[in-house]
């Protein structure tokens, strides 16, 4: 059974969300403050977050970004749950590691949808077919270690920026739409949301660096990496 942990300060939407999440064969527990969430999500190693932005105690964001910079802690899946809707607030929420962003009001069948989604990314990584350890470019990409060098250096990626690099590397030279993108790095069956796209890919190019320069946007359509 997959374990959830939810941190969100409004009870009733909490209890909801363990409600539906449990209907769905979760295990999901509640925590309505941020230093108490951030203390349980270090101990208790949860499969996925689903984690409010703005809580008493500690911000979201900052949850985050303590949770990115621990190796035990890295790779959990979060989806940040917050009422801004602003495209700022949703490339903030991906800079700090988030992996997906919903925003209030949803409806629980979304919520549904989006966990599955991201779980099943997540589930579904160690089957990608790819070398250990190959080199496109400048930039090296480890899979078992999960890391990226760009220019000799290493970079600190999100899981979805890696997982995104990984997947236009696998396709190299070949035209990956937004859609597409979606549906393979983020598990969507339907068309979702392609700013986020958008957002992550301008993320990763400017961690990478002047290697970025090898995903090329394809204008109306998506990206691909050329050499």
Same mark, same amino acid.
């Given at each position: 059974m997959k374990r959830v942990l939810i941190i969100e300060d409004e009870k009733d939407l909490a209890e909801l969300l363990a409600f539906n999440?449990? @209907?769905?064969?979760? =295990? =999901? /527990?509640?925590?309505?403050? #941020?230093?108490? #969430?951030?203390?349980? =999500? $270090?101990?208790?190693?949860p499969d996925l977050i689903l984690l409010d932005l703005m809580l008493p105690g500690l911000l979201g964001t900052e949850i985050c970004? !303590?949770?990115?910079? &621990?190796?035990q802690t890295a790779q959990i899946p979060? *989806?940040? *749950? /917050?009422?801004? %809707?602003?495209?700022?607030?949703?490339?903030? %929420?991906? &800079?700090? #590691? !988030?992996?997906?962003y919903i925003v209030k009001p949803f409806s629980m069948r979304e919520v549904s949808l989006r966990v599955k989604a991201?779980?099943?990314?997540?589930?579904? &990584? !160690?089957?990608?077919?790819?070398? !250990?350890?190959? $080199? *496109?470019?400048?930039?090296?990409?480890d899979k078992q270690r999960h890391t990226v060098l760009s220019a000799g250096g290493e970079v600190d990626l999100t899981s979805t920026e890696f997982k995104l690099l990984l997947f236009l590397a696998e @396709? @190299?030279?070949?035209?990956?739409?937004? &859609?597409?993108?979606?549906?393979?790095?983020? %598990?969507?069956?339907n068309s979702g949301d /392609?700013?986020?796209v958008d957002t992550h890919v301008t993320r990763l190019r400017g961690k990478l660096g002047a290697p970025g320069d090898i995903i090329k946007t394809v204008r109306g359509f998506g990206y691909k990496i050329e050499e």
């Open positions: 999440l449990e @209907k769905e064969g979760y =295990a =999901a /527990t509640c925590v309505h403050d #941020g230093k108490l #969430g951030l203390e349980r =999500a $270090s101990t208790d190693l970004k !303590a949770l990115r910079k &621990e190796k979060i *989806i940040m *749950i /917050t009422a801004k %809707g602003d495209e700022i607030d949703r490339v903030v %929420g991906f &800079e700090v #590691g !988030a992996d997906d991201v779980m099943r990314r997540f589930e579904n &990584e !160690a089957d990608i077919q790819t070398p !250990a350890l190959f $080199s *496109i470019g400048n930039i090296v990409i @396709k @190299k030279e070949c035209v990956q739409s937004r &859609e597409q993108l979606l549906q393979n790095v983020w %598990g969507y069956n /392609t700013r986020t």
